[in-house]
């Protein structure tokens, strides 16, 4: 089975890369996984990171926690930690 291609750029040690690092360590909310990552607004963190991740299909939500997926895993493991 071929995985559709991701529809964000994803390069080592942006800004996108470093939240899909801090979500793979625990589920958290928005606002923590904001904070732990980058000191932007909240509408921007979702605009940047959040929002590409959830299209990606890397990252999904339930009952108010994010949650990294097997195919953010996936892609978390070929940028590197």
């Known amino acids: 089975m071929n995985a559709?291609?991701?529809r964000s750029f994803y390069t080592r040690g942006s800004m996108i890369h470093r939240?899909?690092?801090r979500i793979a360590r625990c589920p958290m909310t928005e606002q923590e996984w904001r904070t732990q990552t980058?000191?932007?607004s909240i509408q921007r963190y979702f605009q940047y990171?959040?929002?590409p991740l959830?299209?990606?299909g890397f990252v999904q939500?339930?009952?108010g926690f994010w949650f990294i997926t097997k195919a953010?895993?996936?892609r978390l493991s070929e940028?590197?930690?």
Do not use: C, M, W
Request: hydrophobic share 25%; glycine share 12%; no cysteine.
């Open 61 to 63: 939500n339930r009952d």
């Open 19 to 21: 939240g899909l690092e």
């Open 4 to 6: 559709e291609p991701s």
């Open 38 to 40: 980058e000191n932007i």
């Open 72 to 74: 953010g895993e996936d």
């Open 54 to 56: 959830k299209k990606d």
């Open 79 to 81: 940028l590197g930690a």
């Open 49 to 51: 990171v959040i929002d």
